[in-house]
């Protein structure tokens, strides 16, 4: 190990920029910077030296080439055990460079820009920060590259620990960082750039973020936000990565409870999705992915006791989601039943000082984020798909049987159909007015969910509507819905069998109607 000498410090993030500088300073490190860096440093009353007094060149191209210089990547890449480089960057006058603390152009941050313009986003693309991250990477033996904000305190602590020298071990692991962060860095502009279109005379910007078409090359990057304590089952290890938006499950803000398990964060998307369907107040109770019950209210509590109703067996050790901000009367129910999470926009201090009393729920505050694209790993590669985003409207309705729905069965239709699109399939699911009554999910054949769905049920299925995530593909379905009491079925419809199904259906005086969308979720 050798003791860090100087440092050349350009960082389009500042925060604490100042005290890891001081720190430095305090060791007797020679701080090198550019531009706004050196700015900052300089206002704060430390010694700064320019880079144009190491290069003897000024910053050029309105910054274009300001590092791009073998007094710079020289001095980073020489190796020092090495006599004939020693020898070479003597002879020429170049200086060592021990430490490099760069971060890049926000360059995601400005693509996402409303009405960015193309020039814009090319000049945001920053070239001399990832050739000197990428050369002090490289050197790792005798230059310590420092890329995250978060790396400050504990590179600056081990320093003043062994006298101003770093550790092979943490060279290493901030080289690993280091080359991380260039590849998620090039594969932010890759992704960008491949939306956008030129026809010869200009460049279109308008799908940029907004592409439908899937990308020829898939590049993903997320960042490891927690290890887990395993995955589905112990013998399993698991993890948890952000895209770094801070929207959606992945980046939620727990609030209170144990820590998240793998099997609690699959159980809260399914949660939060469902909740997200609807417009008014709606509570979804989650039991392995599956709603064993759903409901709106005028209130949050309303509909999160018109849930629990459905099934407050299954209900227990569930995970519940929600649209609304978790209020205080709503905290109050909610809080005798054993839940394993909550997620919501929002918890109210009332609210907050109710469910806290039970030491592990899990209360997690979401920021809601439409997912463009699903993605399912196979053996050898992954499926990728379109979310099932589809929305359903009255007008979308086929009556195909003699009985019309009356406008009550409509409305029950309706919401019906929202919630079995979440159900695993084979999915039956019977409701009325606002309220989930009994589920059939995950049967390998409908007869059966449709069974299992009226058997289950706590409250009475007379008078309920029933939906079906796919076609009946025999009548045998709808004769189990209508013996169970049901009156109208809202189906996708495209069997080959859809006449046979229409005339039990009409044989038994039920009204049904065709959505032509099918939902199944595998």
Same mark, same amino acid.
């Given at each position: 190990?050798?003791?860090?000498?100087?440092?050349?410090?350009? &960082?389009?993030?500042?925060?604490?920029?100042?005290?890891?500088?001081? %720190?430095?300073?305090?060791?007797?490190?020679?701080?090198?910077?550019?531009?706004?860096?050196?700015?900052?440093?300089?206002?704060?009353?430390?010694?700064?030296?320019?880079?144009? *007094?190491?290069?003897?060149?000024?910053?050029?191209?309105? #910054?274009?080439?300001?590092?791009?210089?073998?007094?710079?990547h020289g001095g980073i890449l020489y190796i020092r055990k090495n006599p004939a480089h020693v020898a070479a960057v003597k002879e020429h006058g170049i200086e060592p460079i021990d430490m490099l603390v760069v971060n890049l152009y926000a360059f995601e941050k400005t693509a996402s820009k409303p009405g960015v313009h193309f020039e814009e986003i090319i000049e945001n693309i920053d070239i001399g920060g990832p050739s000197m991250v990428r050369s002090a990477a490289k050197n790792f033996q005798d230059v310590a590259i420092v890329t995250s904000v978060? *790396?400050?305190?504990?590179?600056?602590?081990?320093?003043? +620990?062994?006298?101003?020298?770093?550790?092979?071990?943490?060279?290493?692991?901030?080289?690993?960082?280091?080359?991380?962060?260039?590849?998620?860095?090039?594969?932010?502009?890759?992704?960008?750039?491949?939306?956008?279109?030129?026809?010869?005379?200009?460049?279109?910007?308008? =799908?940029?973020?907004?592409?439908?078409?899937?990308?020829?090359?898939?590049?993903?990057?997320?960042?490891?936000?927690?290890?887990?304590?395993?995955?589905?089952?112990?013998?399993?290890?698991?993890?948890?990565?952000?895209?770094?938006?801070?929207?959606?499950?992945?980046?939620?803000?727990?609030?209170?409870?144990?820590?998240?398990?793998?099997?609690?964060?699959?159980?809260?998307?399914?949660?939060?999705?469902?909740?997200?369907?609807?417009?008014?107040? &709606?509570?979804?109770?989650?039991?392995?992915?599956?709603?064993? /019950?759903?409901?709106?209210?005028?209130?949050?509590?309303?509909?999160?006791?018109?849930?629990?109703?459905?099934?407050?067996?299954?209900?227990?050790?569930?995970?519940?989601?929600?649209?609304?901000?978790?209020?205080?009367?709503?905290?109050?129910?909610? =809080?005798?039943?054993?839940?394993? +999470?909550?997620?919501? $926009?929002?918890?109210?201090? *009332?609210?907050?000082?109710?469910?806290?009393?039970?030491?592990?729920?899990?209360?997690?505050?979401?920021?809601?984020?439409?997912?463009?694209? &699903?993605?399912?790993?196979?053996?050898?590669?992954?499926?990728?798909?379109?979310? *099932?985003?589809?929305?359903?409207?009255?007008?979308?309705?086929?009556?195909?049987?003699?009985?019309? $729905?009356?406008?009550?069965?409509?409305?029950?239709?309706?919401? +019906?159909?929202?919630?079995?699109?979440?159900?695993?399939?084979?999915?039956?699911?019977?409701? %009325?007015?606002?309220?989930? &009554?009994?589920?059939?999910? #995950?049967?390998?054949?409908?007869?059966?969910?449709?069974?299992?769905?009226?058997?289950?049920?706590?409250?009475?299925?007379?008078?309920?509507? +029933?939906?079906?995530?796919?076609?009946? $593909?025999?009548?045998?379905?709808?004769?189990?819905?209508?013996?169970?009491?049901?009156?109208?079925?809202?189906?996708? /419809?495209?069997?080959?069998?859809?006449?046979?199904?229409?005339?039990?259906?009409?044989?038994l005086g039920l009204a049904m109607v065709f959505t032509g969308v099918r939902h199944f979720r595998h």
């Amino acid at each position: 190990m050798a003791k860090i000498k100087r440092a050349i410090l350009s &960082v389009t993030d500042k925060t604490g920029l100042v005290p890891f500088a001081q %720190r430095l300073a305090a060791q007797g490190v020679e701080l090198i910077s550019t531009g706004g860096t050196a700015k900052v440093l300089r206002e704060a009353g430390l010694a700064v030296r320019d880079i144009s *007094d190491l290069t003897g060149f000024p910053e050029m191209l309105d #910054g274009r080439v300001k590092t791009l210089h073998p007094k710079v990547h020289g001095g980073i890449l020489y190796i020092r055990k090495n006599p004939a480089h020693v020898a070479a960057v003597k002879e020429h006058g170049i200086e060592p460079i021990d430490m490099l603390v760069v971060n890049l152009y926000a360059f995601e941050k400005t693509a996402s820009k409303p009405g960015v313009h193309f020039e814009e986003i090319i000049e945001n693309i920053d070239i001399g920060g990832p050739s000197m991250v990428r050369s002090a990477a490289k050197n790792f033996q005798d230059v310590a590259i420092v890329t995250s904000v978060a *790396d400050y305190e504990a590179i600056a602590a081990e320093m003043e +620990a062994a006298g101003g020298e770093l550790s092979l071990k943490t060279k290493w692991q901030l080289a690993q960082k280091a080359f991380a962060t260039t590849s998620a860095y090039d594969t932010a502009i890759a992704n960008a750039l491949a939306e956008i279109t030129c026809d010869g005379e200009k460049f279109d910007i308008d =799908a940029l973020g907004k592409s439908e078409k899937f990308p020829e090359t898939l590049r993903l990057q997320f960042q490891k936000t927690m290890d887990l304590r395993y995955g589905e089952n112990p013998h399993q290890a698991a993890a948890l990565y952000s895209d770094g938006s801070g929207k959606g499950v992945a980046n939620g803000k727990q609030l209170h409870g144990k820590e998240l398990s793998y099997n609690n964060i699959v159980d809260l998307q399914a949660a939060w999705d469902l909740a997200q369907e609807f417009d008014g107040p &709606v509570c979804a109770i989650i039991k392995h992915t599956n709603p064993c /019950g759903t409901a709106t209210g005028a209130t949050l509590r309303e509909a999160y006791l018109r849930a629990l109703e459905c099934d407050p067996v299954s209900a227990f050790g569930g995970v519940i989601g929600v649209n609304r901000q978790v209020d205080g009367a709503a905290a109050e129910e909610m =809080a005798k039943l054993f839940v394993e +999470a909550i997620a919501a $926009p929002g918890f109210t201090t *009332d609210a907050l000082e109710m469910l806290t009393k039970k030491k592990n729920v899990r209360l997690v505050e979401i920021s809601d984020v439409k997912t463009k694209w &699903v993605l399912k790993n196979v053996s050898g590669g992954v499926l990728m798909q379109d979310n *099932d985003l589809r929305q359903l409207t009255e007008a979308d309705l086929k009556v195909v049987s003699e009985r019309q $729905p009356t406008a009550e069965e409509l409305r029950a239709l309706l919401f +019906a159909w929202k919630v079995c699109k979440h159900v695993k399939s084979n999915a039956i699911l019977y409701a %009325r007015d606002g309220q989930s &009554v009994g589920v059939g999910a #995950g049967q390998m054949s409908r007869v059966d969910s449709a069974r299992l769905g009226a058997e289950k049920a706590v409250l009475p299925v007379a008078g309920t509507v +029933a939906a079906s995530d796919a076609f009946f $593909p025999f009548p045998d379905g709808v004769e189990v819905i209508a013996k169970a009491g049901a009156t109208a079925i809202i189906q996708p /419809g495209g069997s080959v069998r859809d006449q046979e199904v229409i005339d039990a259906a009409n044989r038994l005086g039920l009204a049904m109607v065709f959505t032509g969308v099918r939902h199944f979720r595998h």
